[in-house]
């Protein structure tokens, strides 16, 4: 109800309208295209993926937004902000009619594939300034008291735009898969992405040129942005319950993301054979909508929880939940016991990330925030592909192994004991009354 109030409280503005109607268009489209890269790269019939094949796509698809974060800013203070986003979006679909005619040729050859990691490589960048410029554009469609509201209606619009144009996309792609090659279904969706992102563009056009911004403020240089991220970095050391939140989070993440590839593999390589593409997906898109219950749990468990045992506590038993779980039901090679894993192992993830997100909220400074959340990002991404570089060494091509699974949750228990230590003269309960849910 508090949702739709606040919705219903903005919506009055006209231009707000507009812009919420390009943040879903754009991220629908960015849903589609993600299960379009995931089906061409992962679930080929002609060729068994590997771990280097999903550490690929992570790197794809992240390194991108990790790189350039810190420096978007730079154009979005020079350049219309509107016109950064029907620009941007008009660019994005051109390469996924680009990537639906390399897709189209059914051709795996080493030029192809160069070619396709290329224009995906782009496209995803592309992707880093239209999210930066909506997010800037936001204060110039509502009042300045209503800044709050917006920013806990915006944050749950966008991603649900992204799910549901996964939704659909894996809909269409099983059901094309059916009637139609592989190649040509693949390329059909890049097709219907890039026609979303012209109708994206063209949303953003009933916008005037100037409503967005920027406003007549001093342009922001490289040298002031790097200059940033290191007193950044400084303020963090003074704040040791922030930072070694960001560092268990980046630790936890580097594990969780092995485990999330080893699950791609064993769903793909393990439960189904390498013809098995329409099966291997639907299963696989049930178990990421079982891991997002887990996250969606997560929001309501957390804050009376860490209520109740404090946030350093809190941290601490999902981390120790997570080691076990990791063996029982985690290493149970069959489909129930993986999906309860998922759904729990999603569950206690999302709590440890609640928990550090309120540790950064409640102990950086106000002026240090927005550079601190940065470099959050970055760590949280570039764990995520050192997870996949690390799949890449150890895991099997059907991701099968309990061995593997028993080493992971001794780095959980690891992670839990460091945590324990590092944090037992801090005080972590700062700000816990307003916990922020999802950032």
């Known amino acids: 109800m508090n949702f739709a109030r606040s919705l219903g409280q903005l919506w009055r ?66 350049w219309s902000r509107r016109q950064i986003l029907v620009v941007a979006d008009l660019l994005r679909a051109i390469l996924a009619l680009a990537l639906a005619a390399l897709v189209a040729t059914g051709l795996r050859t080493t030029g192809i594939e160069y070619a396709f990691y290329t224009v995906v490589l782009v496209a995803m960048s592309l992707n880093r300034f239209l999210l930066a410029a909506l997010s800037a554009s936001l204060p110039h469609t509502i009042d300045p008291g209503e800044y709050m509201v917006a920013n806990s209606v915006v944050p749950t619009v966008g991603p649900a735009g992204v799910i549901v144009g996964a939704g659909v996309a894996t809909g269409l792609r099983l059901g094309l898969g059916a009637i139609i090659s592989d190649y040509y279904a693949n390329a059909i969706l890049f097709v219907v992405a890039a026609a979303g992102f012209v109708l994206s563009a063209g949303l953003a056009l009933r916008i005037p040129r100037r409503a967005l911004g920027p406003d007549d403020v001093p342009a922001t240089h490289v040298q002031d942005v790097v200059a940033g991220l290191v007193a950044a970095l400084r303020h963090l050391a003074e704040r040791r319950a922030a930072a070694l939140g960001l560092i268990t989070i980046g630790a936890h993440r580097v594990i969780y993301g092995i485990v999330t590839v080893a699950t ?25 909508a079982i891991t997002g219950a887990g996250f969606v749990l997560a929001a309501a468990l957390t804050p009376p929880m860490t209520a109740r045992v404090g946030v350093r506590a809190w941290i601490i038993a999902c981390l120790a939940a997570s080691a076990v779980l990791q063996i029982v039901p985690g290493a149970i090679y069959a489909k129930v016991p993986l999906g309860i894993a998922a759904f729990l192992l999603g569950l206690t993830a999302q709590n440890i990330k609640i928990c550090v997100d309120t540790l950064v909220q409640a102990h950086v400074d106000d002026r240090m925030k927005g550079r601190v959340f940065v470099i959050y990002d970055v760590i949280f991404n570039v764990a995520l592909v050192i997870a996949g570089l690390i799949g890449v060494l150890i895991l099997p091509t059907n991701g099968k192994s309990v061995l593997i699974l028993m080493i992971l949750a001794t780095g959980y228990l690891t992670i839990a004991a460091a945590f324990t230590w590092a944090s037992r003269s801090l005080e972590m309960n700062k700000g816990t009354e307003s916990l922020v849910a999802v950032r």
Not at 45 to 70: C, K, N, Y
């Open 13 to 78: 503005h006209r231009y707000f309208r507009r812009l919420l109607a390009v943040r879903i268009a754009t991220q629908s489209c960015d849903g589609v295209l993600q299960i379009a890269l995931a089906s061409y790269v992962l679930f080929s019939p002609e060729r068994q993926p590997d771990a280097a094949s999903v550490a690929a796509v992570l790197a794809i698809t992240l390194l991108p937004f990790s790189i350039l974060g810190p420096f978007v800013g730079v154009v979005l203070d020079r």
């Open 264 to 288: 791609i593999l064993v769903y793909r390589n393990y439960f189904h054979r390498i013809d098995q593409v329409e099966a291997a997906i639907a299963d696989l898109g049930l178990i990421v």
